[in-house]
């Protein structure tokens, strides 16, 4: 019989003991870096993935084309 309390979760915090199991939390607690309860430090365990994926390389914008940073222009 599995006990309630498994080992299994994305995210525990080190003080109050709180687990997260979503990927979905833990990506966002990595972002935050802190508990949101208690402000204690976080555990990353299995369930939490690799990590965020890699931003997509930066493709360079040229200055004739402004409207790719800015957008199209309204009339």
């Known amino acids: 019989m599995q006990s309630l309390m498994s080992n299994d979760f994305a995210v525990r915090c080190k ?3 709180y687990r997260w199991n979503s990927a979905a939390m833990a990506d966002g607690l990595r972002i935050l870096g802190v508990c949101p309860k208690c402000k204690g430090d976080l555990e ?12 997509p390389p930066e493709s360079s914008v040229s200055a004739d084309a402004p409207h790719l940073v800015l957008g199209i222009p309204r009339i």
Do not use: L, R, S, Y
Request: proline share 13%.
């Open 15 to 17: 003080a109050c003991e």
């Open 44 to 55: 990353f365990g299995a369930g939490a993935g690799a990590g965020p994926a890699a931003p």
